[in-house]
């Protein structure tokens, strides 16, 4: 992602632009989790194909509602948001690029995993959004995404039949 030139002094643009690739980071993890989610939707198989089809529809429909809001966060700290599909596989943390099987119970835990790996992404940006931009309004968006997806993971571990966290 390159930067824009700024007119701000150096510290807060370099500031500005590490928040900017957390950003894209968490994009990019988003796309590639969305698409996973969809391609799940489109192809589970088997006797709960209904509750999972409506699961794996609702998750990738929520994360696509992100994606729009999480690209302008990057405009408007002054860059450009990634775009390419090469550069959305290339930046994600969320394993894109492999064909599992249409099993139902591997498209669950492989989607449990890789909402883990998203919501590590999402609380980095968080965190620094919050410690070091001081850019609230960013952390606000953030802490909203990285809520959603503690739901999703509670829905998959529990249709999974993983044991709770407990207290």
Request: glycine share 6%.
């Amino acid at each position: 992602m390159d930067m824009i030139e700024m007119t701000e002094d150096m510290p807060v643009a370099s500031t500005k632009a590490e928040l900017a690739q957390h950003l894209a980071k968490a994009l990019s993890s988003s796309v590639v989790l969305k698409f996973l989610a969809q391609g799940y939707h489109w192809n589970v198989k088997g006797k709960d194909f209904y509750s999972l089809h409506e699961l794996f529809g609702d998750v990738y429909e929520d994360i696509d509602g992100a994606i729009d809001p999480l690209a302008e966060l990057i405009r408007k700290l002054g860059f450009d948001a990634p775009y390419f599909l090469s550069d959305f596989l290339e930046m994600s943390c969320v394993e894109g690029g492999r064909r599992l099987s249409n099993n139902a119970d591997e498209m669950l835990v492989s989607l449990h995993t890789e909402n883990n790996k998203l919501i590590d992404d999402i609380k980095k940006a968080f965190n620094y959004a919050s410690n070091n931009a001081n850019e609230q309004g960013v952390a606000d968006f953030l802490a909203g995404r990285i809520d959603m997806h503690q739901k999703w993971e509670w829905q998959l571990r529990s249709t999974i039949g993983l044991d709770s966290v407990g207290f």
